[in-house]
């Protein structure tokens, strides 16, 4: 792959990663099973690409802000859930149409735990973030960060608190407005976040990106079938618009079977919209397409 | 029991508007039932206007009856004459009323000292306007109150003035708050104007800058939103200006300001959250902050603090251009958040607002530079996005502690490098 030519765009000096780096993720990607992009992606043409030297400010953290979240939600794991500790490397090819493809490393920790020593994990991908269909094509291999069965152990557990749980449709914000999640509504609050991270990772771009704010309210809770049945709406905060954007979310979820999600997020208001609502007040949603 | 007897009195006096000044509570002892009689006589007299709390019932049975303060000479004088035993039970009813609301107002966390404030917790914007007060009265000498202006739907907007004299001294500016979700930032406010208070006369580099230098601070430097949040959307960002023409309220009080105004960075969609409002300082919360300084003439840092994202960020949002500073400001930067982590850990990045966050025109920060105040800085305090705008209470503290050792490299920065 060569660097971007004076056709598309000023010759810089190139960056590439040493062949060790790309010898060790070409492995890594050789080596993955099944393969972890959605059926139907494209695997794009080398000669189409060039290197983008330059970087964009923030496309690693783009890249793998939409990497873990594909992550998180394939994982189907709420006890397992991660957050991005750090990007330690990466790299990046832009195409005619101005679509990215970048490479790059970099490590998580769980999202429940809160030490300050946390246990890193580390994480190498491929995003390919597109034009015309918005979702990123994520390939995406970590290092175990819990032991398997002890993951299947604890989603079990989750799921079995669940079971348990009074139907919480009464149920408001959480966290509340101090930032408190009630201890025996946690498992709740990962279930969303699981579903969010779906939603997360369709919606994250080369210049958006997403983190869950609220849950706002719990319309169904049905644990009564073997499967958790759970329609919700959380409110996600995006950068760099600064908005919030409600979006209704409808899971069902099983330990160890992958997660099944189908979502609807309002769109922001456009100033001749009509109605009583203010621009970034949770207002009911209307779902036509669910 | 009492207590329930004493709850419907104060209701009744709350209601009623009545005082019990002087009243007594007597619990009369009737030995038989000529005795019980005599009492019930007592009962039908309605100009001693008796009010029984237990009636006459049977011989044994303790009476207890609340004596307005004109009769009790007379009732007195009644059971005496008749051999009826009585003891008093209260001495003066409204001095046990005025005892037992302050009591109630203490036990609803209200404090009355800044010393038994909450700084753990987050407050209201009347407890945060309470709190202000009672620092200023326990620190006359150091603090006062100034009113900057008033808010859009008329709230007063004060800053706190740290002073220990001089005539318009060389200044530091510090405001929390200016988006009103961001609610770890008006609690660390509230934390650093205390801390100043404790800190001075103890900590010889602070004394240093505050024998020099005066500090302002202004806590809630967006009331209306603030409130709003409380009453209404805890995620309130804006203030609460209503745009006319438009149905959406709110101006983003970070793209209001006049430097790069309009530009790329901002909306112009009213409904938006970085909605950059009809022209610049259209919003009165903003106006007053850039009256007072203009006014002053004097401030030589300004700090705005934000919240999440573990930044530290100077000029320029509205363009990639460099500020002429940038290598100084680059270094203080650096050395800010060496000092912030020190403390805990906390990780924050730093660079120009364009670069470590995005584009943003018309922002705070950009504007003081622009007009001269060098060491301009934008804080964006915990967390990354676990918690983002709700982070748990129990990380108020932490965070304001850290985040004032960062303050503190500022400010001694300021004070060594005059200009």
């Known amino acids: 792959m060569q660097p971007c030519g004076q056709s598309l765009f000023a010759p810089r000096p190139g960056n590439r990663p040493p062949a060790t780096r790309l010898l060790a993720l070409l492995l890594l990607l050789a080596l993955q099973g099944a393969a972890a992009a959605p059926a139907g992606s494209r695997t794009p043409e080398d000669s189409e690409w060039c290197q983008d030297a330059e970087l964009p400010q923030g496309l690693l953290l783009q890249a793998a802000r939409a990497a873990l979240h594909f992550f998180n939600f394939r994982a189907g794991s709420p006890s397992a859930l991660r957050v991005l500790a750090e990007v330690q490397e990466g790299s990046a090819w832009i195409n005619q149409r101005k679509e990215r493809k970048v490479d790059l490393v970099f490590t998580t920790e769980l999202y429940s735990t809160e030490e300050a020593k946390a246990r890193l994990g580390k994480c190498s991908a491929r995003v390919f973030f597109r034009n015309e269909k918005p979702r990123p094509a994520v390939n995406v291999t970590c290092t175990q960060l819990i032991e398997r069965q002890k993951r299947q152990e604890e989603d079990y557990q989750l799921y079995r608190h669940m079971k348990q749980l009074n139907t919480p449709l009464d149920v408001v914000s959480i966290p509340d407005s101090h930032g408190h999640i009630d201890p025996s509504l946690r498992p709740i609050w990962d279930l969303a976040f699981l579903g969010s991270s779906y939603v997360m990772w369709e919606k994250t771009t080369q210049f958006l990106h997403y983190y869950v704010s609220q849950l706002s309210s719990v319309k169904q809770w049905k644990t009564n079938d073997d499967a958790i049945d759970f329609d919700y709406t959380v409110l996600l905060h995006e950068f760099s618009t600064q908005e919030i954007i409600p979006c209704r979310i409808h899971l069902v979820w099983y330990p160890g079977k992958p997660l099944k999600v189908k979502y609807h997020c309002q769109e922001l208001q456009t100033p001749e919209a009509s109605g009583t609502e203010d621009g970034s007040a949770v207002a009911p949603i209307e779902l036509s397409n669910f | ?419």
């Open chain 2, 1 to 419: 029991m009492w207590g329930l007897l004493i709850f419907s009195v104060l209701l009744g006096g709350v209601l009623g508007k009545e005082d019990f000044v002087g009243h007594q509570v007597l619990r009369i002892s009737v030995d038989d039932e000529a005795q019980v009689q005599k009492v019930k006589e007592l009962e039908d007299l309605e100009h001693l206007q008796l009010d029984f709390w237990r009636g006459p019932a049977r011989p044994g049975s303790p009476i207890d009856v609340r004596v307005p303060f004109p009769s009790i000479q007379a009732v007195k004088v009644f059971l005496e004459a008749h051999g009826i035993r009585y003891t008093i039970m209260i001495e003066d009813v409204q001095s046990l009323l005025d005892e037992e609301q302050e009591q109630m107002v203490a036990s609803q966390g209200r404090a009355r000292t800044t010393s038994t404030f909450n700084y753990a917790t987050y407050h209201t914007l009347e407890e945060i306007y309470d709190f202000i007060d009672i620092l200023v009265a326990e620190n006359p000498q150091l603090v006062s109150k100034l009113q900057i202006g008033s808010s859009y739907e008329g709230r007063p907007i004060y800053v706190l003035k740290f002073s220990t004299g001089g005539n318009n001294r060389p200044a530091i500016w510090i405001d929390t708050g200016i988006h009103s979700r961001e609610w770890v930032t008006q609690a660390s406010g509230v934390w650093f104007a205390k801390k100043i208070t404790q800190d001075y006369g103890q900590d010889p580099a602070f004394t240093a800058i505050l024998d020099n230098m005066d500090i302002f601070l202004e806590i809630v430097t967006n009331p209306d939103g603030f409130a709003f949040t409380h009453s209404t959307n805890r995620l309130w960002r804006k203030t609460r200006s209503l745009t006319s023409g438009s149905v959406c309220v709110g101006v983003d009080p970070n793209r209001n300001w006049d430097a790069g105004f309009g530009k790329a960075g901002a909306s112009s969609n009213p409904c938006s959250e970085t909605y950059h409002g009809k022209f610049p300082n259209s919003e009165v919360e903003v106006k007053s902050i850039v009256d007072f300084v203009n006014d002053h003439g004097n401030i030589k840092a300004f700090i705005s603090i934000h919240s999440y994202s573990q930044l530290l960020l100077y000029p320029y949002g509205y363009k990639t251009e460099a500020p002429a500073d940038k290598d100084e400001l680059d270094q203080v930067s650096k050395s800010a958040v060496a000092a912030l982590a020190s403390l805990y850990g906390t990780k924050f990045q730093y660079g120009s607002i364009i670069t470590k966050i995005y584009e943003a025109s018309g922002s705070t920060i950009d504007w003081t530079y622009n007009q001269g105040i060098k060491y301009s800085f934008t804080f964006e305090l915990r967390d990354t996005g676990r918690y983002g705008f709700l982070l748990p209470a129990s990380q108020i503290i932490p965070t304001a502690q850290e985040t004032w050792l960062a303050l503190l490299t500022i400010m001694e920065h300021t004070l060594n490098h005059p200009y």
